[in-house]
């Protein structure tokens, strides 16, 4: 769902990463004990890790933990990447795992995604996100009443898109934050 109609993000990794934690902290508001963390170390079964970003919640009297990487590619992301996201979740003990992607991701890695459960998130230029009914060719401007994000996604579950933003982003709050 990538719009070539639009230049890719041009945020550097750390900028990325940090968005993606602001996405992230604007859907957890609600959430008990919600706590996220930017580049933290955290020791698994087989040595620690360097998470872009860890979120921490209650549900239902549990502790739950969300390992989030965040891949600023210029080509889309690669199964392999999702195979070590899964090993490090199972590694340190976390029930949840996202990624969030500047370029897409290749049919196989979504296939591993859907059969792990792990979230995949195409971050996109948010004007890409706005269209109308005269949808044509080129990049449109949406105005300013609209109140579009600079920097948006797309939660990709199948065929399936689900907008989300700091804004908006029930499809991935639910998918995150539930303890399903």
Known sequence: ??????????????????????????????????????????????????????VRFQALGMSFLVLVECKHYKNPVKREVLQILYDRMRSVGAQKGAIFASSGFQSG????????????????????????????????????????PSVAGWLVRGNTFSMVSCNYGEALASFLFSSD
């Not at 995604?113 to 401007?141: P, Q, W």
């Open 1 to 54: 769902m990538i719009d070539s109609r639009y230049p890719p993000l041009a945020l550097k990794p750390v900028e990325f990463e940090l968005e993606v934690r602001k996405m992230l902290d604007a859907l957890g508001h609600d959430i008990e004990d919600y706590n996220s963390k930017h580049r933290e170390r955290i020791q698994g079964t087989d040595g620690d890790y360097e998470i872009d970003v860890s």
């Open 109 to 148: 890695a979504l296939e591993y995604a859907r059969t792990h459960n792990i979230a995949t998130v195409s971050l996109v230029d948010g004007r890409s996100t706005y269209y109308t009914k005269s949808f044509g060719g080129g990049v449109i401007e949406p105005p300013a009443f609209a109140n579009i």
